[in-house]
């Protein structure tokens, strides 16, 4: 027996009854299928569909309900079985996304009305998705939670783009921030975070703030000619990839106009971003010292950028 469908409110304004739910005829395995009364917290992967796991496609095809992401590929719900339910909670274009509070009470109120509830979210659901928040809130609600791991950005834009996040020559580790402090706030260590030139600093919702990001780095002491990159849509056919140095990388997120989602790369390993995987526009004007905007070149660093971003000569 699934438990009734709760109250209708205006945020769940009509919920189905629950499908039995059949896997007979090699359907998904009962051990990877979204059980009645239960959410799965799937990450998509970032850009292209084939980046989802397989877990998370298995997970797909057997949603009652799909709450989808603006960032997760549109095409991954070609996945969903005929009848499910696709709701999209995501930013659009002219629409603003639903409130997370809102998501927490749609998640658990179609869980309680027995449905097997898939919460589609763009690349990895604990890297900055919210996907902790969504967890905690129903846990607390006492409904029982599955996490289906993604590719996140960071990996699946180095891959689209030839940059390794390590490498053993150049980059010990990896850092993912994000630029975008829920407050508002740009509360971050950047002086831990410039002193630590040997690993590659990967940023998260930063396009508006590419020019904070440079900003204090530089200030912060880490070299103008430390290489950077854009990646805007990464691992999509709209893929912009642009390679600039960290005193350029206001500038070069303007000049671009590069769109979102997009993700900053700074550190070495950008100098083997491979120019024959993909189109790369190089923004590394002659003049290009390390001095930014407004900010004295007081942090110039001497060491000549790595090939190939060696500044023309
Ligand atoms: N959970 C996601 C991140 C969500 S935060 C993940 O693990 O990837 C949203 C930010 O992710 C965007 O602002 C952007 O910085 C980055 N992002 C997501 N998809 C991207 C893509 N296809 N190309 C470039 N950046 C992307």
Same mark, same amino acid.
């Given at each position: 027996?699934?438990?009734?469908?709760?109250?209708?409110?205006?945020?769940?304004?009509?919920?189905?009854? %629950?499908?039995?739910?059949?896997?007979?005829?090699?359907?998904?395995?009962?051990?990877?299928?979204?059980?009645?009364?239960?959410?799965?917290?799937?990450?998509?992967?970032?850009?292209?569909?084939? #980046? +989802?796991? #397989?877990?998370?496609?298995?997970?797909?095809?057997?949603? /009652?309900?799909?709450?989808? !992401?603006?960032?997760?590929?549109?095409?991954?719900?070609?996945?969903?079985?005929?009848?499910?339910?696709?709701?999209?909670?995501?930013?659009? %274009?002219?629409?603003?996304?639903?409130? &997370?509070?809102?998501?927490?009470? #749609?998640?658990?109120?179609?869980?309680? %009305?027995?449905?097997?509830?898939?919460?589609?979210?763009?690349?990895?659901?604990?890297?900055?998705?919210?996907?902790?928040?969504?967890? *905690?809130?129903?846990?607390?609600?006492?409904?029982?939670?599955?996490?289906?791991?993604?590719?996140?950005?960071?990996?699946?834009?180095?891959?689209?783009?030839? $940059?390794?996040?390590?490498?053993?020559?150049?980059?010990?580790?990896?850092? #993912?921030?994000?630029?975008?402090?829920? !407050?508002?706030?740009?509360?971050?260590?950047?002086?831990?975070?410039a002193? /630590?030139?040997?690993?590659?600093?990967?940023?998260?919702?930063?396009?508006?703030?590419?020019g904070?990001?440079g900003t204090e780095l530089l200030l912060h002491g880490l070299p103008g000619a430390?290489?950077?990159?854009?990646?805007? &849509?990464?691992?999509?056919?709209?893929?912009?990839?642009?390679?600039?140095t960290l005193a350029g990388?206001a500038r070069?997120?303007?000049?671009? *106009?590069?769109?979102?989602?997009?993700? +900053?790369? $700074?550190? !070495?390993?950008?100098?083997?971003?491979?120019?024959?995987?993909?189109?790369?526009?190089?923004?590394?004007?002659?003049h290009e010292t390390g001095a930014i905007d407004g900010h004295p070149a007081e942090n110039r660093d001497d060491?000549?950028?790595?090939?190939?971003?060696?500044?023309?000569?």
């Amino acid at each position: 027996m699934h438990p009734k469908p709760p109250p209708e409110s205006p945020l769940v304004p009509s919920i189905p009854a %629950a499908p039995r739910h059949s896997r007979a005829g090699g359907g998904p395995s009962p051990d990877a299928a979204p059980a009645p009364g239960h959410v799965w917290l799937v990450g998509a992967g970032p850009g292209d569909p084939d #980046l +989802i796991t #397989l877990r998370g496609l298995r997970a797909l095809q057997a949603a /009652d309900v799909v709450f989808h !992401d603006s960032l997760a590929a549109p095409e991954l719900l070609d996945h969903c079985r005929p009848d499910a339910l696709r709701i999209p909670v995501g930013k659009r %274009a002219g629409r603003h996304s639903v409130p &997370q509070e809102d998501i927490h009470v #749609l998640l658990a109120a179609h869980a309680r %009305a027995g449905l097997a509830v898939v919460r589609l979210k763009g690349g990895d659901p604990f890297i900055f998705g919210r996907g902790g928040e969504e967890m *905690e809130s129903l846990r607390a609600q006492g409904i029982p939670v599955t996490v289906v791991p993604g590719v996140t950005a960071a990996s699946g834009c180095a891959a689209a783009t030839g $940059i390794p996040l390590t490498h053993r020559d150049l980059a010990a580790g990896v850092c #993912l921030m994000t630029a975008h402090r829920q !407050d508002g706030a740009h509360d971050l260590d950047w002086t831990s975070l410039a002193a /630590d030139r040997q690993r590659t600093l990967v940023f998260y919702m930063g396009l508006s703030q590419a020019g904070h990001v440079g900003t204090e780095l530089l200030l912060h002491g880490l070299p103008g000619a430390t290489p950077a990159a854009l990646v805007s &849509q990464g691992a999509t056919p709209r893929q912009k990839a642009v390679r600039c140095t960290l005193a350029g990388l206001a500038r070069a997120a303007r000049r671009h *106009e590069l769109e979102s989602p997009c993700l +900053i790369v $700074i550190g !070495d390993v950008v100098t083997l971003a491979d120019p024959a995987l993909v189109p790369w526009v190089d923004d590394l004007p002659a003049h290009e010292t390390g001095a930014i905007d407004g900010h004295p070149a007081e942090n110039r660093d001497d060491r000549p950028a790595a090939s190939p971003l060696a500044c023309p000569a």
